[in-house]
């Protein structure tokens, strides 16, 4: 980036590119370095930001130059720079290793529901400043409201006032009972999980900035923050597996229904 520009991005561009990939503005003033320019905001933001997040945003960037260079658009050759993409590669691999949280992608925003995404955003920004202690009530929050809409998609009756793990424990019952599960240890682990998040109420109430309390010190916040992201990928995975399986249960009635007879 010795000229200032990066790749075949106007300044419009690498905005909304940036934005689009990690909902970050790189024109914010934090990010001015130097003159300005694309080059100058992007080692500004290498500069203000943890490791993981550079990470996230130098993957986003070898996705589109591979795009690019497949393809021999704008002068971009892969076969040519295959071993620096490789070597990108394994950078970008390095610095997305340096995060306190395994799995804090399951954190998402979701474009049409702004509160959602305001609180997974807030949450994550926790995490990138490295204070996972000041984000357990919004986990709490967050983990409420993913597992209520669960329960919601799949018809399972809850009440207002339900506490987490009374809600965790319906949802998973529902995937028990309709054979989601394949071993019993996993099945066992999950039912001890719902012993955890009971546990994690305490925490919210008790040792989390939902209240005027002392909060929880920063190594055991990490592990709540571990357990329950974990968790959330694996509920990720099953969710995955049952809408594969409608899907594939639709295109079968559909091929039936269109039978002449």
């Not at 012993?195 to 929880?216: G, K, M, P, W």
Request: with cysteine; proline share 2%; glycine share 2%.
């Amino acid at each position: 980036m010795p000229s200032g520009y990066v790749m075949d991005f106007s300044n419009r561009t690498f905005e909304e590119f940036i934005y689009d990939s990690i909902r970050v503005n790189i024109y914010d003033d934090k990010y001015f370095y130097v003159s300005g320019s694309k080059a100058n905001r992007l080692r500004g933001f290498f500069s203000e930001e943890p490791s993981y997040k550079v990470g996230e945003l130098l993957n986003a960037f070898l996705d589109y130059w591979h795009t690019k260079a497949i393809a021999k658009e704008y002068g971009f050759d892969f076969e040519k720079d295959e071993n620096i993409y490789k070597e990108c590669l394994k950078i970008v691999s390095r610095l997305k290793e340096e995060t306190i949280v395994e799995e804090i992608d399951v954190i998402k925003e979701i474009e049409d529901d702004r509160d959602f995404s305001l609180l997974a955003k807030s949450i994550r920004e926790s995490i990138d400043k490295n204070e996972p202690e000041v984000a357990l009530d919004r986990l709490h929050t967050y983990f409420m409201k993913f597992i209520r809409q669960l329960c919601e998609n799949h018809k399972i009756e809850i009440k207002k006032d339900e506490s987490l793990n009374a809600i965790f424990g319906k949802y998973v019952k529902f995937i028990i009972a309709n054979g989601k599960i394949e071993s019993k240890m996993t099945e066992r682990i999950l039912k001890y999980s719902i012993h955890v998040i009971e546990a994690f109420n305490d925490i919210r109430n008790n040792r989390s900035f939902a209240h005027d309390n002392q909060i929880l010190n920063y190594s055991e916040s990490i592990l709540v923050f571990n357990n329950v992201t974990n968790s959330i990928k694996f509920i990720e995975t099953i969710e995955k597996t049952i809408e594969q399986e409608n899907k594939k249960s639709e295109v079968e009635t559909a091929d039936w229904e269109d039978l002449p007879f």
